[in-house]
């Protein structure tokens, strides 16, 4: 099987990490990768571990020439951008995994009100499947549009739908209070992100109202049946890569420790990125560091009768990249680990 | 004024600690440092940072004359050695402080329970007056002996006095998600504390049951007059210094953002070491690192209801060395900042 | 091709480098690993990022049954421990690969002197290749025991061989001084290692003397064909992976910056593994991170006539564990990068 | 005693240092602190670390008549723009300690041709004192004006004074190994400077041909007399704070290790800030962070009969803000380390 594919927004740390994951697949091959800021150069240019994919020339964004005969791109353009471009990409017969959060939101008026933009191609929003393979892959499968989720979300959903699903959860007692590496506020030039003002320095950046709010309250509503609302609180780590979060909720009904846990590893046995945890063990950034894993533990307070739930991903794989790859993957009958199946790299 | 103190422990991270604060204050004058491990050492054996202050040689644990003559002792102990310690320092006429937990908790059984140890010195627990100076300042003004808070305690009880004493929590809705520094793991040889284990390695560590939670349930009860139960749950930071609390809660009552601003400001208004910050602004453990200080901010969630309060000290001064000195300087009737009154280190 | 391999001495950062490396090829099947300490364990117990291959448990190193059958064993224990392990392994019938230190050297005495220990099997060491496959893949490609060499050496004699050969050093002014991650130090307990103590804490740890001094004079004089002593002075980085190795040298004769630069992209042209970065980049560990590859730039400085020639790799996997899975590869005549092909990590 | 100072050049982190460092000496006044771009802003609006004292308000860089009745004023400006305003200040009556490079160097043509730029008061080169107390002190207590020494000089002057005072260095033979933290490079805009660049990522960043090698150079020079040329290479850590210096060097004339000790130690009996370490102790960044001191060690290897000689210093604070205080306080007469007494940090 040959596959062709091309990367819209290689510039940014997740277009990097798409060229790290498929440049090594012997079945693909990258047709193009776009940038506008270095059309002309190569890759290495951009990002010094690349220096052996030569031959990869970053064309300009706006070159959609480039885009013929291609089986799939990888959109990894900010938001806004990208609403403008999937259309003609998706016109000219590409299947489209958009790593943006363009199209991740059913409703065009909640984009409008979070993102302050008038979504460009609402027609699209009911096409798009949210490509998070573990709750829709049969969706994912038949779909040319995906939009792969935002880091927190993934980490968040995969770690609450084995409770969702069976309306588990006291909906109104969820706290979910997560940790980011500084790679999720990619590569851009703000004071906050220097690292001297980074490192030894965990801080609280957007105690209330973060964007990605409602792709989490969508993504637990549709699979409660119910409109959630959450309380959802994200912190910068002094690390790059990793997502932790800890989810605090009061569950319905009594369950013992062990039968929380079946529930999950129930829940998960066939997904072989999901990994829950023997209990006793506790997830930690470094051990997913660079795979597309994500490792979850269920913790019952027996003093308080709350859960403790925590859930640990690489944002630029199972939380940007990885999953992209995996939702390709799925969307063209490949094996489901295919480019994305190393084991992390620990320490 | 002459002030002639001694520390019990030494060696490890909050000995060393208080000797940095205490070197430099032209009032005190250290008579001994104890330390099973290093006797007969000079303190720049166990610390190079010390290096200019080789008069200071460890004296072994068990010779207690040194005492004879001493104002205050800081002890510096592990818990359980530290109860069999204390009442010998008592009877020789110092006034104690200790950074220990084993004179925090007013019920010895309560202390058994998660300490797992009979009490040694039940009859000093009521004595005892918990050393948090925002909150018991009178007390400690007249104690003879102060029980040090820990640093989780001090970062949780300074972020939520100002609402339990109007009793403005909905109790059944408060979690509190706690991030410390690998410092507060102290000094010793564990595998979990390397490195290479750490870095670019967030990781929940113990996502329920905790030690210090029956301190933490302890101080929220006394101020709001009620049996309080929390969730905690800590998770390590791959950085030495600094704890940053974010506490979750339904507030009991609706005001607007202004008004729950007020009330923390107003409640702080004659604190030196506790800062309310201005709205937008949000704690980070860099801006407090070296120094006596604690951050707040008060953070109110329109779509909710609820409120984030998120609080960051330095687990080794406020939170440890920095509070004991604070501590000393208010039962001898000194300046309260005197040797802690250094900004902090920030990049 | 069915390749079985084992590996002695699995619960250490390295053992843990050759199972990631190893366990997702195809061809390859791990048939042991040992580890005295967590005997009857799964691997998954000893490294929490290999949950996923939780088939692999430990059996004591004793045992040598299991290597029965084994194309080749990988030997990753600690020095004085390896050499009384490897002849048993030849005996068995395997391939060695040894990632000790035990058959680096040629001279017996040598060893001795620096590693305080008698060599325990003497008649190998002419028997023994070193596993440089830049500089030695014919005699390994017939090996039966290969020299894995040291992480140092293997970032000093590719910086320096292309100057070596032709003998274009003035041997008396050549100054290496090199950079290392904590991981090099291995995952046992010592004080210095834990992250409180590195963190922002960059330090010189054995300014003369360090054991890898006689491996990089036997590897530069075997280049040159003179005895050559060197200035080598190591310092600990604070970060998990990598080595950064800076040689300063006078150089014999004059060339231009451009003569330069073709001495070394011509000594490499055909290495897939080595890098010689374009004039204006310079290496940086985290280019390589993860990765076989080693980095390299050469840089006349103008001023003095003399040459800095700056090298990268990451410790664990071209400094270790990576260039075994090389070695190996060459040994079984399969192609030198399986396994070990994957781009570098980055951030 | 009661001193007026202000500080030009408020926002950068040496600014802020400045601030952290006089903001609690009791008998200074801190009459003004300017910024171009954060005029009519407290600098807790720059620095959320100075909370505490908002008190401070930024003065655009114009506005010179905020000069008059100081008795010191820090001029923490970028070079080039350095130069156009001390004159003024110098007029205006003021003692000026300058911590840019515009007048380190004696010669302005130098200047030029490092710095790109013709200077603009060549006539104050001569007068300006080099600041750096440990060697020039006496001339630094009749100065007007001093120059504050830069960070990497200043390690590598105090790291080799004691030999080159003497001749003991063979000077073709000295090479200058130096590692830097983050705030060397300020806190401006660069992607090189991004935490996600940075972390676990040691880089090589100007291997021959850094701007301060001409003031090395001088500094030298004047030490023994002739002139020098050094091979000087800089890297990037990734930490926050502090320079570590590591210079090899083939010595003139042979003594024994305790000789070459001596040397040291007898040269510096009389230094508070600068502390020889014992044999068998080795520098660290993190046992002077935070703090005025340099630590040195100085290293004979028996084999080779080379020196190594280590240093290290906090490069904010002896590299800078420290040192410039120093200055100040021998220029009016002060206890030297009056505001700069502080133990380091650590950990």
């Known amino acids: 099987m040959s596959i062709t594919v091309g990367?819209?927004?290689?510039s940014g740390y997740t277009g990097g990490e798409l060229v790290r994951l498929l440049a090594r697949d012997p079945d693909i091959?990258?047709?193009f990768v776009t940038s506008q800021r270095f059309a002309g150069q190569p890759m290495s240019?951009?990002?010094?571990?690349l220096i052996n994919d030569p031959?990869?020339?970053?064309?300009?964004?706006?070159?959609?020439?480039?885009?013929?005969?291609?089986?799939?791109?990888?959109?990894?353009?900010?938001?806004?951008?990208?609403?403008?471009?999937?259309?003609?990409?998706?016109?000219?017969?590409a299947k489209v995994v958009d790593l943006s959060a363009d199209f991740r939101l059913d409703d065009a008026d909640i984009y409008n009100e979070w993102y302050g933009e008038a979504h460009k191609a609402p027609e699209l929003l009911s096409e798009a499947v949210y490509g998070l393979p573990e709750l829709y892959r049969s969706n994912i499968k038949k779909a040319r549009l995906v939009a792969n989720p935002g880091c927190y979300p993934t980490s968040i959903l995969l770690a609450l739908a084995p409770l969702m699903q069976d309306n588990l959860i006291?909906?109104?007692?969820?706290v979910i209070d997560s940790k980011s590496g500084t790679s999720g506020a990619g590569r851009s030039l703000n004071q906050g992100s220097l690292f001297s003002e980074v490192s030894e320095g965990f801080r609280s950046y957007k105690a209330v109202g973060h964007r990605h709010t409602p792709e989490i309250e969508q993504g637990l509503s549709q699979l409660c049946g119910k409109k959630v609302f959450v309380r959802f609180s994200p912190h910068?780590?002094?690390?790059?890569?990793g997502i932790l979060t800890t989810c605090h909720l009061r569950p319905v009904g009594k369950k013992s420790a062990k039968e929380?846990?079946?529930l999950y590893t129930n829940f998960y046995a066939n997904e072989q990125f999901v990994r829950v945890l023997e209990p006793g063990n506790l997830p930690g950034t470094n051990y997913v560091r660079g795979s597309n894993y994500c490792h979850l533990s269920v913790v019952p307070d027996p003093r308080t009768g709350w859960l403790v739930v925590v859930s640990t991903i690489d944002n630029l794989v199972k939380g940007a990249a990885g999953q992209a790859v995996q939702n390709m993957n799925i969307m063209l009958g490949r094996n489901e680990d295919a480019a994305i199946g190393q084991l992390p790299l620990f320490p």
Do not use: Y
């Open 170 to 174: 006291e909906l109104d007692s969820l």
């Open 7 to 10: 990367i819209q927004g290689a």
């Open 45 to 49: 240019a951009i990002f010094p571990h």
């Open 260 to 262: 929380w846990q079946e």
């Open 236 to 241: 910068l780590l002094p690390q790059s890569r």
């Open 55 to 93: 031959e990869l020339v970053c064309t300009p964004l706006n070159d959609l020439s480039v885009v013929e005969g291609c089986d799939v791109v990888f959109c990894a353009l900010p938001h806004v951008t990208s609403m403008g471009v999937v259309p003609e990409l998706l016109k000219r017969g």
């Open 29 to 31: 091959s990258i047709k």
